[in-house]
């Protein structure tokens, strides 16, 4: 059953911890994106990689970090630099093979509370 | 920038008319154009895209969208609205390559159908 897994669906922490979401694919894409969700906001880029080991910061990294030591996995921190923390945190891959770039596919999203 | 605008908030309809969901867009070079679905607390469901070729494209679950390139506008059409078509529906622009093909979301339609 291919698809993106995210963990946990819900996550609750104090103010000045940093936590780590996890995003897992098995579609075998090259590209795998982090974006933010707030009501009325649509969604916003955080971070994006397009191959191992590398990662670019998007429209609003501050206060976040992702790793990509592995083609399957691209883990979101959010340390306790992020002003606003609680979101919904949507994690997206896609392959970058000619007339499918851009087309991506979501993850079910991980809450997080932040209080 | 790519960017797109989604000028309608909420959009209602009764079951069985016709939907549309707007949408516009504004790029420098010919535009990747794609609308996503999400149901409440889930990930974003593709839907359909636009690269090139017809004007109109079918996607899934009976949705088509119509690229109007004098209008800049790619909106959602549906025949026969469902209730089960009830959500939030996004239009989104793929960016360039120096934004690893990253996309660019309308702030969200949300559609009530009802019975």
């Known amino acids: 059953d291919g698809g993106i897994t995210q963990s946990p669906k819900y996550l609750f922490r104090k103010e000045g911890q940093n936590v780590t979401l996890s995003c897992e694919q098995n579609?075998?894409?090259?590209?795998m994106y982090w974006y933010r969700q707030d009501p009325g906001q649509g969604l916003r880029l955080i971070y994006y990689?397009?191959?191992?080991?590398?990662?670019q910061k998007g429209d609003i990294a501050e206060g976040y970090s992702v790793s990509r030591e592995k083609k399957e996995s691209f883990p979101l921190t959010v340390t306790s630099a992020q002003k606003n923390p609680t979101a919904f945190y949507l994690c997206a891959s896609s392959t970058l093979r000619q007339g499918r770039k851009g087309e991506q596919y979501f993850g079910p999203g991980t809450r997080l509370t932040v209080t | 920038a790519q960017s797109v605008a989604q000028p309608e908030d909420q959009v209602n309809v009764a079951e069985g008319n016709p939907l549309t969901v707007k949408c516009t867009y504004s790029?420098?070079?010919?535009?990747?154009l794609f609308w996503y679905v999400q149901y409440p607390n889930r990930g974003l469901q593709f839907l359909l895209k636009?690269?090139?070729?017809?004007?109109l494209v079918k996607g899934s679950y009976g949705f088509e969208a119509e690229f109007n390139k004098s209008q800049t506008s790619f909106h959602l059409k549906k025949p026969s609205a469902l209730v089960s078509d009830s959500a939030l529906y996004f239009c989104?622009?793929?960016?360039?390559?120096?934004?690893?093909?990253?996309?660019?979301f309308g702030k969200g339609t949300s559609l009530l159908v009802t019975p």
């Open positions: 579609l075998n894409h090259d590209a």
């Open positions: 989104a622009v793929r960016g360039p390559s120096n934004s690893g093909y990253a996309l660019n």
């Open positions: 990689s397009q191959i191992v080991n590398d990662f």
């Open positions: 790029v420098s070079g010919n535009p990747y």
């Open positions: 636009y690269i090139t070729g017809d004007n």
